[in-house]
């Protein structure tokens, strides 16, 4: 409860608002916020009605903790507002639809319950520069959230270029064609080999020899004599 200024005592009752906000940044939030209370006036002084009109920034615990999944966000609150009252008192009628700034600082915490819905409570101060007092508040509601909540960027991770495996080439299979001819001829009705053969025939064993796979075809030939 409070007083205005060398005026009957405001009795505490119900607060009751709502807020429409946007996300700045995974941790910090920004909300327009209207709401208002009716109470009495001290006992035989009617009702009084006080309309808020506030501009509200709020940090939540994820600019310390980073931990942008957890359940409970807790944050601190700083605003400002512009506000009204109203009396149904005539003798009241000096203060009727008088207006003033006022700041707020608060405490609180979003309970989440899925990434759209959370429980919020929060302690409220609210500070009235014109009349200079304090009103504490304690709030209950429900946020909603369009579109789920904001988290950083994934950090872009650079792929260093692969650099490709060097192919070892096959050894390859050399082939050589080898061809060698050799003539050797006998005497008539003879089948000795001269000695000026012997060296090709030599040369030829030893290619041979050098060449596993070479294969050597041996051909006969006679003439009309036999």
């Known amino acids: 409860n409070h007083k205005l200024t060398d005026s009957p005592e405001l009795q505490d009752d119900l607060f009751v608002g709502a807020a429409l906000g946007i996300e700045l940044t995974p941790w910090l939030g920004f909300e327009a916020e209207y709401n208002q209370v ?3 006036v001290d006992t035989n ?9 506030n501009g509200n920034f709020y940090v939540t615990s994820d600019l310390i903790t980073k931990n942008y999944d957890s359940k409970i966000k807790p944050y601190v609150l700083l605003g400002a507002g ?4 109203d009396f149904d008192d005539a003798r009241l009628a000096y203060h009727d639809g008088e207006e003033g700034t006022l700041g707020n600082a608060g405490v609180g915490a979003f309970w989440r319950l899925n990434d759209a819905l959370s429980l919020r409570t929060e302690a409220r101060g609210t500070y ?11 709030l209950a509601g429900l946020n909603v959230v369009l579109g789920g909540h904001l988290k950083p960027a994934a950090p872009v991770v650079e792929v260093a270029p692969v650099e490709p495996t060097p192919v070892a080439p096959q050894p390859q299979e050399l082939t050589e064609d080898l061809n060698m001819e050799l003539r050797v001829f006998f005497d008539t009705n003879k089948s000795n080999i001269k000695d000026q053969y012997k060296p ?11 060449y596993p796979n070479a294969t050597a075809r041996i051909e006969g030939h006679t003439d009309n004599t036999g």
């Open 200 to 210: 090709e025939i030599a040369k030829v064993a030893e290619k041979l020899s050098e």
């Open 128 to 138: 009235n520069f014109d009349e200079k007092f304090w009103n504490y508040t304690a």
């Open 82 to 85: 512009h506000y009204k009252y």
């Open 38 to 40: 009716k109470g009495d």
């Open 45 to 53: 002084y009617g009702e009084y009605k006080q309309k808020q009109i």
